[in-house]
T-cell receptor, first 111, second 112 residues
Framework: RKEVEQDPGPFNVPEGATVAFNCTYS??????FFWYRQDCRKEPKLLMS???SGNEDGRFTAQLNRASQYISLLIRDSKLSDSATYLC????????????FGKGTMLLVSP | NAGVTQTPKFQVLKTGQSMTLQCAQD?????MSWYRQDPGMGLRLIHY???????DQGEVPNGYNVSRSTTEDFPLRLLSAAPSQTSVYFC???????????FGSGTRLTVV
């Protein structure tokens, strides 16, 4: 089983749609979780951290289920500018080197 | 505020050549790292540093060297370039291991 697995993409949605990204991780000792966004041929940028209680930032909601080792990202009212690849990132409980990136899921929002 | 600056943005090398990818940050971050990104592989950690004078290997360190003589700079050296090192290289920094990373804009390297 891969350490961090994400939905294969791409996701094609119309503007205004709600889209959900799923991510599973294999290391039960993982402690920190993040969602990054990467535009085509650009660097990854931190979108949001994921907290145990779940967290929301505008149209974006992140959830964590430790029992199922599952993370999600929900985007409501999709915009054209949301088109990008979304990376799930997981960190184990100690050590700087243990940050693991998923391969990403591409989102394409169309007019 | 420049953030994380990488140079060069593009580079073509011949097999066997050596070169240094530069990375500098002006945020006084202690943690810096180098990743490579290949199609279908995701980001993989090459080397990292938790402070000046301290470096360690990541997931794919072979063929690369690093040093951290100052807080600001973290260069990545390719000792003898191979076609397998064709990739996009990203440098990243963070103030601590629990914070998100700030990435540089990347270096696209082609080894022929």
């Amino acid at each position: 089983r891969k350490e961090v697995e994400q939905d294969p993409g791409p996701f094609n949605v119309p503007e205004g749609a709600t889209v959900a990204f799923n991510c599973t991780y294999s290391n039960s000792a993982s402690q920190s979780f993040f969602w990054y966004r990467q535009d085509c041929r650009k660097e990854p940028k931190l979108l949001m951290s994921v907290y145990s209680s779940g967290n929301e930032d505008g149209r974006f909601t992140a959830q964590l289920n430790r029992a199922s080792q599952y993370i999600s990202l929900l985007i409501r009212d999709s915009k054209l500018s949301d088109s990008a690849t979304y990376l799930c990132v997981v960190k184990a409980n100690s050590g700087y080197s243990t940050l693991t990136f998923g391969k990403g899921t591409m989102l394409l929002v169309s007019p | 505020n420049a953030g994380v600056t990488q140079t060069p943005k593009f580079q073509v090398l011949k097999t066997g050549q050596s070169m240094t990818l530069q990375c500098a940050q002006d945020m006084n971050h202690e943690y810096m790292s180098w990743y490579r990104q290949d199609p279908g592989m995701g980001l993989r950690l090459i080397h990292y540093s938790v402070g000046a004078g301290i470096t360690d290997q990541g997931e794919v360190p072979n063929g690369y060297n690093v040093s951290r003589s100052t807080t600001e700079d973290f260069p990545l050296r390719l000792l003898s370039a191979a076609p397998s090192q064709t990739s996009v290289y990203f440098c990243a920094s963070s103030p601590s291991e629990d914070y998100g990373y700030t990435f540089g804009s990347g270096t696209r390297l082609t080894v022929v």
